[in-house]
């Protein structure tokens, strides 16, 4: 298929609605525009004034959650009529928005927090209005992994974003044995109370790493902390997680953090090690296999070490 242009710049200001105000004509296909508009992640000062106009502007606005996008609107004193648009209607809206969209209505997506189509929903309706030759425009403005990403102090020229990692296991265990690899920065999403679970996750499949945790940006309590995952999973023997999180993951350096576990693993005993992995649940086998993986052994040599320490 060749090269096509799906949406461009056709000489006036905004499409759709800003056409009709400012030339009372329409874009050229008579259509709508669907606008994605990036909504705060906490500070609700965290929006463009053209966000706003457009917001103001929209026939509609197609919101994850109307109550909690409610009081951004009633902040702002957007009065324009909201539905919901969320991960269990995503499908079965498609056809009634696409026929606005159709009919020339202009319509404004926004989520619960941050921009849509960014670990929200979005990416179904933006790819049917590509299809349909309906435009579509980005309208800029937060995300939770480039403000954790941009201030964490890790390099940020390269970096794989994962968002929340699969729930399913098999896919799950695919995505961490990628991730064991990948030389750029990881950022990851994660909810508090899952956050422990997935520190440990990562520490047994990477190995200990330098990260940074980043919680609750643009709030009253946000708080970067720059840690690694056992010191974290410390912390969390003690204290529960809170609020909301960015991980921030150090990619796999040239100063190979195999090597640099080697040296921290040396510390201890292989029987203390060992103890430490069954304690967070591992199987005797597949704790025999993280001790020898983390100290370059193979599994046998891990068995007699643990056999002799017994005789001994
Ligand atoms: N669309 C959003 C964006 O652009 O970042 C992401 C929505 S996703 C459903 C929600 C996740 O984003 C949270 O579980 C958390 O990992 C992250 N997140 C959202 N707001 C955050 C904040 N203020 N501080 C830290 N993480 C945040």
Request: proline content about 3%; glycine content about 8%.
């Amino acid at each position: 298929m060749g090269m096509r242009i799906i949406f461009g710049w056709k000489g006036s200001f905004e499409k759709g609605i800003s056409n009709r105000m400012v030339d009372g004509s329409r874009n050229e296909m008579n259509s709508g525009v669907l606008y994605l508009v990036a909504t705060p992640i906490g500070n609700l000062e965290d929006i463009t004034y053209r966000a706003v106009r457009i917001l103001q502007e929209v026939d509609l606005i197609l919101a994850e959650d109307t109550r909690t996008s409610g009081k951004l609107l009633s902040h702002y004193g957007i009065k324009t009529p909201t539905t919901s648009y969320h991960e269990h209607n995503k499908f079965s809206k498609l056809p009634v928005l696409l026929s606005k969209l159709e009919e020339g209505k202009s319509l404004a997506l926004i989520s619960d927090a941050g921009t849509p189509g960014i670990s929200d929903p979005g990416e179904e309706l933006v790819a049917a209005c590509v299809e349909k030759g309906i435009e579509v425009y980005a309208i800029p403005g937060a995300v939770a992994a480039i403000c954790a990403l941009t201030s964490s102090g890790i390099s940020g020229r390269r970096f794989a974003f994962e968002a929340f990692l699969p729930k399913k296991k098999k896919k799950r265990q695919q995505v961490l044995h990628e991730l064991k690899q990948e030389t750029r920065t990881i950022v990851l999403y994660e909810a508090p109370h899952h956050l422990k679970a997935l520190l440990e996750e990562l520490m047994d499949a990477l190995g200990d790493r330098n990260i940074v945790l980043c919680r609750e940006l643009t709030k009253r309590y946000e708080e970067k902390t720059k840690t690694t995952f056992s010191e974290a999973l410390q912390k969390y023997e003690t204290v529960d997680p809170r609020g909301e999180y960015v991980v921030i993951i150090e990619g796999k350096t040239e100063n190979d953090v195999e090597n640099r576990d080697n040296r921290q693993w040396n510390d201890i005993t292989i029987e203390e090690q060992m103890e430490i992995y069954m304690n967070r649940g591992l199987e005797r086998g597949e704790a025999m296999k993280q001790v020898a993986k983390m100290r370059g052994l193979r599994k046998r040599e891990v068995y007699e070490a643990l056999l002799e320490a017994k005789e001994t």
